[in-house]
């Protein structure tokens, strides 16, 4: 039976995308891991391989085409033995692109934790009807010992693909993880935007002005962030960091790294003092998840990169157990294909603690939104001179830094925030223990 390729959900916020570009055509045989499309999200534009094998019977989206919904037909895949034929005789409105549940696609990077609502599963095999599964999956499910009816199928009408045999082992042990009891009170509530559309157009009628339609990134940050301030309590926590130590060690290690072609920045010295932090201070290691609270051993932190219209917050995973020059590494990679919106999801989702630094554009301090689920988020400003008094009680001239610790009150009590800013506070002030 001919297999709907469905337009798939890349991350929690997608709801429609823009197929960018077809790598293969009509006729084209492909098998499971054969890369078949590019498509553009609100994030990024992200290649994809097929999970099932078979030809390419029908292209039902043009390359191009912006606001694809997801879970929309985008394409058909014909196995062994099909033909055009087979087609014809499938429901008209499997022929058009429109929204059905599962997909037949999958992203490069592991996207198990972001599929769609799952599709109705398939008749069990207990009652004597057919299970209807790729034969990939088949043959998966033969290797591994799995009975087919045991499996519920993510494809159209309940077919059951690659990525359903492989999870299902892990199945069981996931959703008992995730499951928690239903909460009324806990259900989303509505959220104030400010005056509608209509409104603002009246309010600025006879002024001249240009109109600048939100492109998915943007409708994505203005929804995240009217949230995180209308629901995260925040609260602040500031403090003067002196960076004179710090400037110096950063000058010393950059000359020996010279001949390597490397160079840190004081922004890679940041992360690493808060992933140190993060150890430091565990109980502060930790993100909202709202009926509960997890307390993450890994120091995974984000870092805000601008991008032409918006921003990214590409993660750093295990940040504390990898050197100065590694961090400096693989963050300019990940800015790097930032900019050019080539980022995975899983480059960019996670985390526990964030980092945004305006300090380059001579911001002197700032307040910055926390980024949920995310228990805080340190905005760093620029180091500038500055008179300070000396433990000796004699005024010199120091190099300061000023940064704010958004904190999650729900997460992150007052006197466990402030430890966790003294552990960033210490560690940017005595630079060389972090090496230690």
């Known amino acids: 039976m001919p297999t709907e390729i469905l337009m798939p959900a890349l991350s929690p916020t997608m709801e429609e995308g823009t ?65 055009a034929d087979d087609i014809a005789a499938l429901p008209p409105e499997s022929q058009k692109s429109a929204p059905e549940t599962g997909a037949a696609l999958e992203a490069v990077p592991d996207m198990s934790s972001q599929k769609a609502v799952p599709a109705p599963t398939a008749p069990a095999a207990s009652d004597g009807s057919r299970v209807f599964a790729s034969p990939l999956a088949r043959r998966i499910a033969a290797n591994k010992g799995l009975e087919l009816s045991t499996i519920q199928g993510s494809g159209p009408r309940g077919r059951i693909v690659k990525a359903d045999v492989e999870s299902a082992t892990q199945t069981a042990a996931t959703q008992a993880k995730l499951s928690a009891p239903s909460d009324p009170a806990s259900a989303p509530k509505s959220l104030a935007t400010g005056p509608d559309t209509n409104t603002v157009l009246r309010m600025y009628e006879g002024r001249d002005f240009e109109e600048v339609s939100l492109n998915g990134m943007r409708k994505t940050i203005a929804a995240r962030l009217t949230e995180a301030k209308q629901s995260i309590p925040h609260f602040y926590l500031r403090r003067d960091i002196k960076l004179d130590a710090l ?52 120091s995974d932190v984000a870092v805000a990169v601008a991008i032409e219209g918006g921003l990214f917050t590409p993660v750093l995973k295990d940040a504390e157990k990898k050197s100065l020059s590694g961090l400096s590494a693989e963050m300019k990679d990940l800015a790097t294909r930032a900019r050019d919106r080539k980022l995975a999801p899983h480059e960019y989702q996670g985390g526990s603690f964030a980092i945004s630094n305006l300090g380059m554009f001579g911001i002197d301090n700032f307040d910055a939104v926390i980024n949920p689920p995310h228990g805080a988020i340190l905005a760093v400003g620029a180091g500038t001179k500055k008179p300070v008094v000396s433990e000796t009680g ?43």
Not at 400 to 422: F, Y
């Open 19 to 83: 197929l960018a570009k077809w790598l293969v055509k009509e006729g084209d045989t492909v098998s499971s891991g054969d890369l078949i499309a590019e498509i553009e999200t609100d994030k990024a534009t992200m290649e994809f391989e097929a999970v099932d094998e078979g030809v390419i019977g029908k292209i039902l989206v043009p390359e191009g085409t912006e606001g694809v919904q997801v879970n929309a037909a985008i394409a058909i895949l014909l196995e062994d033995g099909e033909s």
């Open 247 to 298: 400037l110096a060690f950063r000058s010393q290690l950059n000359k020996q790294l010279e001949k390597r072609g490397a160079k840190l920045s004081v922004n890679d010295f940041i992360i690493k003092a808060c992933a140190l932090a993060l150890q430091e201070v565990p109980d502060a290691n930790a993100v909202w998840a709202g009926d509960r609270i997890l307390k993450l051993s890994p």
């Open 394 to 436: 004699d005024v010199a001239i120091a190099t300061v830094m000023s940064v704010t610790l958004s904190v999650d009150h729900r997460v992150i009590d007052g006197a466990l925030g402030a430890q966790l800013l003294q552990a960033i506070v210490d560690n940017l002030e005595t630079p060389m223990a972090m090496l230690a």
